[in-house]
């Protein structure tokens, strides 16, 4: 079942792990397209994977030395771009989000990381027709509401016959708005901001920068 999942040497043991989570996770009509699995240069033994289907992008990070799977998932539509980074020992590949969050993998060996940059803007391909196909459709629908408008408009413009005056109501007393308080800041989005910036300065690998990120979003 998962040979498919090996033609660029990934980690058996790895695959069929994620294969397995990834089975029950799946959606109606969401199918695997592809799985990446990162290669540490000394110690492998808990590899982070990246897993494309035909609806997202799952990143899973391994916890409590490999007894479990954690993930955090993006799907087509709220994804900005794709980048992969190629350094002297294996690639980086990254996500970006409309909402502006960013998490990505390293060490993944570079024909990985090339296929997984490959299939991803195969995807965002057909997800931006998609998305301009929706924009049609709704462009079409907003005219037929401005015709619409405009024929309710001309009805209403017709002389209308008088009416007799209908009594003004007593007036009804309306106590004053309470005034609420102004909502506190969302406390996970800036502590994530405040990882973000960490990880930007440098401050924190990339592993550390996404095992954090799971664990907030964990969380939620």
Known sequence: MIDKFLTEEQDPKAVEKVYSRLNDLLTTGEEIIYIAVQKKPIVNLFPDCVALTNKRILIFTPGNLGLTLKFVDFVWKDIIDVFTKE??????????????????VDYLPKVQARKLYQYAQERKEAEREARRLRDLEEKRAESGAVQFDNAARAIAQQPIAPVAPIPEPEPVHIPAPVVQEA??????????????????????????????????????
């Open 87 to 104: 350094e002297i020992i294996g690639a980086i590949f990254s996500v970006r989000t409309t909402n502006g969050a960013e998490m990505g």
């Open 183 to 220: 909502p506190k800041p969302d406390e996970l989005t800036e502590k994530l901001k405040k990882l973000k910036m960490l990880f930007d300065n440098g401050l924190i690998s990339q592993e550390e920068y996404n095992h954090k990120k799971l664990d907030l979003l964990s969380d939620l």
